[in-house]
């Protein structure tokens, strides 16, 4: 995208040279394409980046880890060397190359971008420097006779200045020397750091270049200001494209979330975020006609997106507070972190805080297990479970087609994989009862929906933390991932008096007593009637959902009345 903001920049600064400049990059670039996706195939193929080895998006793979086991043993077995034992080495062999597919394709792909900004960057220096009266035959080969120079035997680049730029296409650019730096340079001395921050120049590089084209905010970077300063007419309007394009950007994102439009990451608040899913909004999704599509794939052009919708969800709509101003700037910092650190390419960081979110739920009782069962599910590549659904082997009862439960580390790992017969765990909306399905396009991460929540549903997000989602326990008990699915199922789809949990709040909500007014604001620490009310209805089928399921599991109301007979005993001050 550098050219393009260049261009608008030299187009709001008249500048005439440098626009034409720019559209012949841009035109060069279309004639590297070839190159460049040869470049791709043979990255992906041997794995291995030519064009700039020393500088990939992967830090935690650089040096002597990344060296790894790269056993030939073809090799090995057409000297005659071969032996059962060199299994081991190829089954190891065989599993890091898997493990590391998603970072072949990464590799692919910084290549392809890396070598056609490289390369049509290479073709406009050359360009510059052609004789004038040659015809396009004698263009082409005067190109293609001076094109060679700018790499060596091996395919790798030799221009410093060309290379800078393309790394900076690819946000690979140096870091500038500060904290950030210190830490990118301790993951590439300390390999266990990269299981967590694969990634720092990387993302610290797209959280600069998205302050850069922030409006006001970006004067205040240091590259903003240098850039400015430089004497530079291409870095000049570089700042100038920036700030235009970033306000259209910001602009644009706000009208968005203010319309409804669009959705950031839900309530920063763990319970109210669960309630919010299963009310029916979905994350980072944006309406067009009537369809909801998820836009955060498309990093980085929409952080401005992410960020805004998040902010203005929980300053305004989430918050019954919004002109507290000590509230604000928590949640500004809040909706800071959480924009950060739920990107995909910190997707390590993320799944250990998400450890810490999914064992401190409701019921507390966060144990070191949970926490690294999380982290550890998050390394197992989702592409395993997309491949098993585009193969066709997916049975629609298998429980592959839907979210799965998962309480255990044990299942926590499970769950990323197909399988292997009927999922006895799926994970059902409590409110409904019915299975939470996998939504369009979930297989490559094109995701589209035409649900709408009902005006019942954000009724009941209106209320806040006052309503709690189905407990993960039963009394003392802790449940299984089964046992909570099914709970989750009862309470949501038995009927008390003929009518389901929804079916009942929305006679309720009805009703001329109850006054339904989709502007009222409720507050935490002084529930009103209606909350009251409807807090009486859930907790009466939750009640239910739990009498039923003891009734089915016999060996859970075995456990649960041992559970209550020691806590009798406890109570009487009696010895267990």
Do not use: C
Request: no cysteine; hydrophobic share 35%; charged share 25%.
């Amino acid at each position: 995208l550098l050219p393009l903001f260049r261009a608008i920049g030299d187009v709001a600064n008249v500048n005439l040279k440098g626009l034409t400049q720019e559209l012949g990059f841009v035109a060069n670039m279309v004639m590297s394409m070839k190159r460049a996706t040869r470049a791709s195939m043979d990255s992906l193929i041997n794995e291995r980046n030519l064009l700039d080895p020393l500088r990939t998006k992967s830090e935690a793979l650089n040096g002597e880890i990344g060296a790894g086991f790269y056993m030939q043993m073809n090799k090995v077995a057409d000297a005659g060397y071969w032996h059962p034992q060199n299994w081991v080495p190829l089954m190891v062999n065989t599993a890091g190359k898997v493990g590391r597919a998603s970072l072949r394709v990464l590799g692919a792909q910084d290549e392809w971008f890396k070598t056609l900004t490289y390369n049509g960057k290479a073709i406009s220096k050359i360009t510059k420097s052609m004789p004038e009266g040659l015809s396009r035959a004698e263009k082409k080969e005067f190109v293609k006779k001076h094109l060679d120079m700018f790499y060596d035997d091996a395919g790798e680049a030799v221009d410093r200045e060309l290379l800078d730029y393309s790394r900076r296409a690819t946000f690979q650019e140096d870091l500038e020397k500060g904290w950030v730096n210190n830490l990118h340079l301790a993951v590439g001395k300390t390999p266990e750091l990269g299981l967590i921050m694969p990634f720092v120049r990387t993302p610290a590089n797209l959280v600069s270049r998205a302050i850069q084209r922030t409006p006001v905010a970006n004067f205040m970077s240091a590259r903003t200001k240098r850039m400015w300063t430089s004497g530079n007419p291409d870095e000049k309007a570089e700042v100038i494209g920036n700030t235009i394009i970033g306000t259209g950007i910001f602009g644009t994102a706000l009208g968005y979330s203010m319309s409804g439009n669009i959705t950031g990451s839900g309530p920063l608040d763990y319970e109210k975020n669960r309630l919010w899913r299963a009310a029916g909004f979905k994350p980072y999704h944006m309406k067009f006609g009537d369809t909801w599509y998820k836009y955060d794939r498309l990093e980085p052009l929409m952080i401005p997106f992410i960020y805004v919708s998040t902010l203005h969800e929980n300053l305004y709509r989430f918050n019954n507070h919004p002109d507290d101003l000590q509230d604000a700037v928590g949640v500004f910092v809040a909706v800071s972190a959480r924009t950060l650190i739920d990107r995909t390419w910190l997707r390590g960081l993320k799944g250990f805080m998400d450890g810490f979110d999914t064992a401190m739920d409701s019921d507390g009782g966060s144990t070191p297990a949970d926490i690294l069962g999380s982290f550890a599910s998050n390394l197992i590549p989702a592409g395993i479970n997309q491949v098993h659904r585009l193969s066709g082997l997916a049975d629609e009862q298998s429980g592959a087609y839907s979210f799965r439960e998962a309480i255990s580390w044990q299942d926590k790992m499970m769950k990323k994989l197909p399988p292997s017969e009927g999922y006895d765990a799926v994970k059902h909306n409590w409110l409904t009862g019915k299975p939470m399905l996998l939504p369009n396009g979930s297989n490559f991460g094109l995701d589209n929906t035409k649900e709408e929540p009902s005006k019942y549903m954000e009724e009941l997000l209106r209320f806040g933390p006052n309503i709690r989602g189905v407990s993960k326990k039963l009394g003392q008990v802790d449940l299984s991932s089964k046992q909570y699915s099914r709970l989750t199922e009862l309470t949501g789809s038995l009927k008390i008096d003929g009518l389901t949990l929804m079916d009942q709040l929305e006679e309720l909500m009805d009703l001329p007593e109850y006054d339904f007014d989709e502007n009222r604001v409720y507050h935490d620490e002084y529930p009103s009637l209606q909350q009251k009310t409807v807090n009486k209805v859930i907790n009466a089928y939750k009640e239910h959902a739990r009498l039923t399921l003891l009734s089915e599991d016999k060996t859970l109301r075995k456990n649960w009345e041992k559970s209550n007979e020691e806590k009798l005993k406890v109570g009487m001050g009696m010895e267990l």
